[in-house]
């Protein structure tokens, strides 16, 4: 799976892996990092790599991103992933935890699918194939950031969704309908993590977020004040300064 991606300075690696249904312009606000070789990835079926239809699992993302390590000669990398890309950065540490040097998990949820989460994915995924993804990004674009969130931020989320291929976000949310649970594989990990969640996150709500922290046997929880599902977009100065400050202690 040859996936489109963005490649920014240089130092130590830093994967940025973003949610659905977006792409990699999501985190153009975390490119600068002083140090830090930040790369953003377009996953299978979304931005400018190429659409798989079907059913896209969590672990197939991973294994793409594995690819990615592997072709730019990275072995071990910091991985930092919000809402469906926590999940694929948490499926990546289960596979591949000899490579994680630390974890950044945003507005994302540790739990497996529930049997009417499966079924809501799922009806999601034959709606958005038969209607577009216009229509449901009109239906999703309120829950997304906060009611207060910059008019500017509101249209770029807004023109993610809006032009991510019906196919590929289909397939990736049959993928997550059968996503397991991650609450034990967090005990397990021994690296340095940062958990980070909006606080009026409408998706994954503050709870979410602590139970990742206490499971995670070495974790910081920030909770930032005001911003909704995608809190670098909306509070980039205030996510920059968590993440950095992250970023010096694993460093």
């Known amino acids: 799976m040859d996936i489109a991606y963005d490649d920014f300075g240089a130092g130590e690696p830093l994967l940025l892996v973003h949610g659905h249904p977006f792409n990699r312009s999501m985190w153009h606000p975390q490119r600068?990092?002083?140090?830090?070789?930040?790369?953003?990835?377009?996953?299978?079926?979304?931005?400018?790599?190429?659409?798989?239809?079907?059913?896209?699992l969590l672990s197939d993302f991973a294994n793409d991103l594995a690819e990615l390590l592997d072709k730019l000669g990275i072995e071990r990398v910091v991985l930092?992933?919000?809402?469906?890309?926590?999940?694929?950065?948490?499926?990546?540490?289960?596979?591949?935890?000899?490579?994680?040097?630390?974890?950044?998990?945003?507005?994302?949820?540790?739990?497996?699918?529930?049997?009417?989460?499966?079924?809501?994915?799922?009806?999601?995924?034959?709606?958005i194939l038969e209607t577009g993804m216009a229509a449901e990004a009109d239906n999703l674009?309120?829950?997304?950031?906060?009611p207060d969130a910059d008019a500017a931020v509101v249209e770029h989320v807004f023109e993610m969704m809006r032009t991510t291929q019906p196919e590929g976000a289909a397939a990736a949310l049959r993928g997550r309908a059968e996503r397991p649970d991650y609450v034990e594989l967090l005990g397990e990990l021994a690296v340095p993590a940062l958990v980070v969640v909006g606080s009026v996150d409408a998706f994954t709500p503050l709870p979410d977020a602590e139970l990742m922290?206490?499971?995670?046997k070495d974790s910081k929880l920030v909770v930032i004040d005001g911003a909704g599902h995608l809190p670098n977009l909306e509070r980039p100065t205030e996510f920059n300064a968590a993440l950095g400050e992250f970023l010096g202690r694993v460093s």
């Open 32 to 56: 600068d990092f002083p140090g830090w070789r930040v790369i953003t990835p377009d996953l299978r079926g979304y931005g400018d790599s190429p659409v798989v239809p079907g059913r896209t």
């Open 80 to 127: 930092a992933g919000l809402s469906m890309g926590g999940q694929i950065v948490m499926e990546f540490s289960r596979l591949y935890p000899e490579r994680v040097r630390g974890l950044v998990l945003a507005d994302t949820s540790a739990q497996g699918e529930t049997e009417e989460g499966k079924r809501v994915r799922n009806e999601t995924a034959d709606r």
């Open 141 to 146: 674009i309120g829950k997304m950031v906060a």
């Open 213 to 216: 922290h206490d499971r995670l």
